[in-house]
T-cell receptor, first 112, second 115 residues
């Protein structure tokens, strides 16, 4: 069964600092998705990564995918308070129903 | 831009009561899903639905749960006799599965509170 792990679970960082969130998964897949969730809200799609070596950037966030290492990273550059949220990665099972298996989530708090 | 909608946004029910959560997927999508998120935890897969039948269900999706697509637009999740532990946010998602992205589009969620 596909397992997805994220670390860290909690991240408190100062504004202006850089940090990386890691998402590891246990079986082959080349479809990985990053979401942002604010408290009590739905899942906001951030990035769709579809192939080995994919790199996407939006503002202060950059996501990458290494399918050989079964690893995706979400890098935060010069964090600002508005980035405070919970971030989830999700891996699509590569066949069948294409269900998503979500990571445990990383709760990010950016301190002013 | 088309989006997945869900109603109600919040449902409060007493233990043992039946609830129906409703979703309207994006119109040309063919795959439909329900996920659950207990407060403070990760999002968990419940069930997938394709071609008018369940294609996969998780261990959580026991006999108390059922899904239906009654009229070609709505997609519903029914819980026959709710338990306290069913309290969670329930997300509906749909996917077209063409173009290779297999990206699911999530609705805003229904918060179910069982008292």
């Amino acid at each position: 069964e596909l397992k997805v792990e994220q670390n860290p679970l909690f991240l408190s960082m100062q504004e202006g600092k850089n940090y990386t969130i890691y998402c590891n998964y246990s079986t082959t897949s080349d479809r990985l998705y990053w979401y942002r969730q604010d408290p009590g809200k739905s899942l906001e799609s951030l990035f769709v990564l579809l192939s080995n070596g994919a790199v996407k950037q939006e503002g202060r966030l950059m996501a990458s995918l290494d399918t050989k290492a079964r690893l995706s990273t979400l890098h935060i550059t010069a964090a600002v308070h508005d980035l405070s949220a919970t971030y989830f990665c999700a891996v699509a099972r590569p066949s069948g129903t294409y269900k998503y298996i979500f990571g445990t989530g990383t709760r990010l708090k950016v301190l002013a | 831009e088309p989006e997945v909608t869900q109603t109600p946004s919040h449902q409060v029910t007493q233990m043992g009561q039946e609830v129906i959560l409703r979703c309207v997927p994006i119109s040309n999508h063919l795959y439909f899903y329900w996920y659950r998120q207990i407060l403070g935890q990760k999002v968990e897969f419940l069930v997938s639905f394709y071609n008018n039948e369940i294609s996969e269900k998780s261990e959580i999706f026991d006999d108390q749960f059922s899904v239906e697509r009654p009229d070609g637009s709505n997609f519903t999740l029914k819980i026959r006799s709710t338990k306290l532990e069913d309290s969670a946010m329930y997300f509906c998602a749909s996917m077209v599965a063409s173009g290779g992205s297999y990206e699911q589009y999530f609705g805003p969620g229904t918060r179910l509170t069982v008292t």
